[in-house]
């Protein structure tokens, strides 16, 4: 929808936000998202990444020239490679430029080095616009923590988001504190409590908080964790009906402002929107209309969805386990299989006859899914998940409890706020990370585990019901939460006016 007659933006000149997201699919997306509705709403934004990038979100600025809105995508160079160092320096091959391309975990160190060696020609791109599209504010992915020195030395404001919930990222900050003082056990499975939650919090130090912590990361972690302290607040994807507690604790600990404007993915309100959303291909609509139809012949709530996202990949060993999974629980199933999940010979011949079995319950897509479009179909009733943030939301969004399986990073704590905090959510068991984030050999999680959580989830019980009322429930809020006078939608109003050309004092501080 293009900006309303009631827009808050009624200048000529309107502000200009610059959204710097990581060239990753599960933070590029919801960036996209906050563009939109920062453009929604009158004012400038200009989403920042690389060629490759650029094209991915060819369809956020179709639909942004559609609904005339004032959003671009700015393509920066992608960096060449660094001077030539040891003679085992890993060169990224030619158009490597996104995570989601990574096959081999020696590329995720020299992939980050380069994005890192974006602050040039971001800096050029800033100094370069005239007064009227003067950038207001700077919103940078808390992993781009170069983007810090840029901003400083542009003298623009610099808010980060960070795509985690708020508990998990609280939960980061105060295990950062417990760790400089010593309070965190070394053995890898000792059980701790993270200190200075609202809730009781247990964690081991192999589930706990963790980005950027792999070897050789350290100093991309230490860098981002300052240049967390030094911005001058945070935008986050989730709103106060599911959080509320925990946004505010995160707002004390950070000491500055904590914007919760989400679900961003509510943005999207149309077919088209949600069949295109996270798809660079015009084939997403046609596979939304075979979807839909397979699933308008199942009754209501009875389908359970699984995916997990778009880093982890299951080799043949776990990937047989899931299916085998889904098929002993009995439900109706929809399963997302990636491409690269399935090359080898093997794994194809194992799927055809998964698939010929339970022809008529079972649906597997292979490659990319519209999971808006999915998780807002009313057959499905519950939803498989890595517990990747973006699938929570979205998963609670649209009403709909979850099994979790978390993999790494944020999602074991996720995992713990779906299920233990909001109560709706059953656990695969999953108790710890894969070895290797790509490609992993290890099975963890065995058919049983996925049978019995499916079962429990789908069930017919009073807990099962109760899990679903509260997913129900959180759905309402969320869809509240964005319209106009909820939480979200005004905390938007506020930060445009805040970081707006009339927002600011004339030495330049912010009205907070």
């Not at 081999?104 to 020299?110: A, E, I, K, T, W």
């Not at 491409?339 to 998964?354: F, H, I, N, T």
């Amino acid at each position: 929808m293009a900006p309303t007659e009631d827009s808050i933006i009624a200048t000529s000149s309107p502000p200009h936000f610059v959204l710097v997201p990581l060239a990753a699919p599960g933070h590029m997306i919801p960036m996209a998202d906050l563009a939109l509705l920062i453009a929604e709403r009158g004012a400038r934004a200009s989403l920042v990444t690389t060629p490759v990038n650029a094209a991915r979100l060819r369809g956020v600025v179709e639909r942004a020239r559609h609904a005339k809105l004032p959003l671009e995508i700015v393509a920066l160079p992608f960096p060449p490679p660094a001077a030539a160092g040891d003679e085992d320096d890993v060169v990224l091959p030619p158009g490597f430029e996104n995570i989601d391309q990574i096959k081999d975990n020696s590329h995720f160190l020299p992939l980050f080095q380069a994005i890192h060696r974006l602050a040039g020609p971001l800096e050029a791109y800033l100094r370069a616009q005239p007064q009227a599209r003067r950038p207001s504010c700077i919103v940078a992915d808390w992993c781009n923590s170069w983007t810090a020195a840029v901003a400083t030395r542009v003298g623009v404001p610099r808010l980060f988001f960070h795509g985690p919930s708020c508990f998990y990222s609280l939960c980061d900050i105060n295990v950062a504190t417990a760790a400089e003082h010593g309070l965190v056990p070394e053995d890898e499975s000792e059980a701790y409590a993270v200190p200075g939650m609202p809730v009781r919090v247990e964690v081991t130090k192999a589930t706990g908080p963790g980005f950027l912590n792999s070897p050789g990361f350290e100093a991309f972690q230490e860098e981002a964790m300052e240049a967390m302290r030094t911005a001058d607040g945070a935008v986050v994807n989730t709103f106060l009906g599911l959080e509320e507690q925990f946004v505010a604790c995160y707002e004390t600990a950070l000491g500055k402002p904590v914007w919760a404007l989400g679900p961003f993915c509510l943005v999207n309100n149309s077919r088209q929107d949600v069949a295109s959303r996270g798809h660079d291909e015009s084939s997403g609509a046609d596979l939304q209309s075979a979807v839909t139809a397979w699933l308008d012949a199942m009754e209501p709530g009875s389908v359970v969805y699984a995916s997990f996202g778009s880093l982890a990949r299951k080799l043949p060993g776990q990937l047989f386990e899931v299916g085998h999974g889904l098929e002993d629980s009995g439900k109706p199933f929809l399963w997302v299989v990636k491409e690269s999940e399935v090359a080898s010979p093997e794994a194809q011949a194992w799927l055809d006859a998964l698939e010929t079995r339970t022809a008529g319950r079972g649906l597997v897509v292979r490659g990319w899914a519209p999971q808006l479009a999915i998780l807002a179909h009313g057959a499905v009733g519950g939803f498989v998940t890595h517990c990747g943030w973006n699938s929570v939301i979205e998963s609670m969004a649209h009403g709909v409890p979850v099994v979790t399986w978390p993999h790494f990073a944020d999602q074991f704590l996720n995992e713990k706020l779906v299920v233990d905090v909001l109560g709706a959510g059953v656990s695969v068991g999953a108790a710890v990370a894969p070895v290797k984030l790509f490609d992993d050999e290890a099975v963890l999680v065995l058919r049983g585990d996925v049978a019995r959580a499916v079962s429990e989830l789908m069930g017919d019980g009073e807990a099962a019901e109760e899990r679903r009322k509260k997913a129900r429930e959180f759905g309402e809020r969320a869809h509240r939460a964005v319209e106009k006078g909820g939480s979200s939608y005004e905390n938007l109003t506020r930060l445009i006016q805040i970081f707006g050309e009339n927002g600011r004092s004339p030495q330049g501080n912010l009205k907070l």
